[in-house]
């Protein structure tokens, strides 16, 4: 039984296809998009928020390129960015990390703004 669960696996990873049913709850649909980091001299990063609660994040800084897929979720005034596989999104983000552990975004407007790490040197994600 196993070895047939693990060619089932295996098959749809090689086809593409949906393992699972999507784990994300729907997200605020109000702040669904395509946004763009400004801001952040020589970070070059795009976040898109689906309705269905599911992102994909990407980041290009100098010879650091940073991908993420997972759940977002609207908590008040924040948006947490969870990478799959993890429970909550990193508060101490930046763009010199290796791989990608979350970001904690304020609501501001339109925009979504990164404190980065908690340093004061902010970005925001714009539509």
């Known amino acids: 039984m196993r070895l ?26 109000r702040l669904a998009g395509h946004y763009y980091l400004n801001g952040v001299m020589e970070v070059g990063s795009e976040l898109l928020l689906k309705k269905d609660g599911s992102f994909e994040f990407a980041l290009a800084y100098g010879a650091n390129d940073q991908y993420g897929k997972g759940c977002w979720v609207r908590k008040g005034s924040t948006v947490e960015v969870i990478p799959a596989g ?37 970005g925001r994600f714009e539509k």
Request: aromatic share 6%; proline share 5%; glycine share 14%.
């Open 4 to 29: 047939r669960f693990a060619g089932v696996l295996a098959g749809a990873l090689f086809c593409g296809l949906p393992v699972a049913a999507n784990a994300c709850q729907p997200g605020d649909a």
């Open 86 to 122: 993890r429970s909550s999104a990193s508060t101490h983000h930046t763009p010199d990390d290796r791989g990608f552990s979350g970001l904690v975004l304020t609501v501001s407007g339109s925009s979504l703004v990164w404190d980065i790490n908690g340093s004061g040197h902010k």
